[in-house]
């Protein structure tokens, strides 16, 4: 379900990077998985990506929105178009109320689950993007920030 | 005691194989019924070997490559082998750089190779031959 969809929003970023377009999505159900994957996938076309890194930008949306759904009780998704000199590119940031990860470390270790994954979900989204970033406080929530560029 | 919820996936029986697939649209909680209604029909049918076809999946993320290798322990348990056919070179790409590696599951290039492995052949001469796919 689209929430928003702002197109121009103009950012101070510091390498130049422009946000092009806006858009979120709940992450609160099982077919909002499946919403949040087609609408990744159809964003990651737009940019222009081939098929590989498609692939790898979708199966990583697909970890993250299942975590913020599984562990964090529900989200939000928001896919943003990027423009710098010379690339372009896509960033998801997925941010969940839930009640955090105390062990960020452990979090982000393969094999290490507190769900019914097989505990790649976070250090595998981490390698499948470029930029990865993650904000979490015990109590607080969890809001995890990936970008991933074209190559020119 | 509780019957699976239908998931729409047909699974076909061929002698003692059974032939399935997985589509891309499937969620969670579908996957998780399609193991429960597989398991079933291996014990209904008495099937020594399962083909699932994954060439329609576009990605396989780890609540997938779990299912699938849960899958196959509990068809081995049940006596049953499985083999997984079809996937497609991005999903491998990116399965492996998740860190994934699909312990204990059996592969094939296609269905047919697939079908192969279990034990069907095509006939070695005749216009039928090119009819089994």
């Known amino acids: 379900m689209t929430m928003s969809d702002e197109r121009i929003l103009h950012r101070a970023r510091p390498t130049g990077t422009q946000v092009t377009v806006s858009r979120s999505y709940d992450v609160r159900s099982d077919d909002d998985l499946l919403t949040v994957r087609h609408a990744v996938r159809a964003a990651t076309v737009e940019c222009g990506f081939g098929l590989?890194?498609?692939?790898?930008?979708?199966?990583?949306?697909?970890?993250?929105?299942?975590?913020?759904?599984?562990?964090?009780?529900?989200?939000?998704?928001?896919?943003?178009?990027?423009?710098?000199?010379?690339?372009?590119?896509?960033?998801?940031?997925?941010k969940d109320e839930g009640p955090?990860?105390?062990?960020?470390?452990?979090?982000?270790?393969?094999?290490?689950?507190?769900?019914?994954?097989?505990?790649?979900?976070?250090?595998?989204?981490?390698?499948?993007?470029?930029?990865?970033?993650?904000?979490?406080?015990?109590?607080?929530?969890?809001?995890?920030?990936?970008?991933?560029?074209?190559?020119? | 005691m509780n019957s699976p919820r239908p998931t729409g996936v047909p699974i076909l029986r061929l002698g003692d194989v059974l032939v399935t697939g997985l589509l891309n649209e499937l969620d969670d909680r579908s996957a998780v019924a399609f193991t429960d209604e597989l398991t079933e029909r291996i014990v209904a049918d008495s099937a020594r070997g399962v083909l699932i076809d994954i060439s329609r999946l576009e990605i396989i993320d780890s609540f997938v490559a779990r299912t699938l290798m849960e899958l196959t322990t509990m068809s081995r348990l049940l006596g049953a082998r499985v083999i997984v056919a079809g996937m497609r070179p991005a999903v491998a790409i990116t399965l492996v750089e998740l860190g994934i590696q699909l312990t204990g599951v059996e592969t094939a290039l296609n269905a047919e190779q697939g079908l192969i492995a279990l034990g069907w052949q095509r006939t070695p001469e005749g216009p039928g031959r090119d009819h089994v796919r």
């Open chain 1, 52 to 94: 590989v890194d498609q692939t790898r930008v979708v199966t990583a949306a697909s970890e993250l929105a299942r975590n913020a759904y599984i562990h964090g009780g529900g989200g939000t998704l928001t896919v943003e178009l990027l423009t710098r000199p010379g690339a372009g590119g896509i960033r998801l940031v997925i």
């Open chain 1, 100 to 152: 955090g990860i105390p062990d960020i470390a452990a979090a982000m270790t393969d094999g290490w689950t507190s769900g019914n994954g097989l505990g790649h979900g976070l250090g595998g989204a981490r390698r499948l993007m470029e930029e990865f970033h993650l904000d979490t406080r015990p109590g607080a929530g969890t809001t995890v920030t990936a970008t991933r560029w074209t190559t020119p």
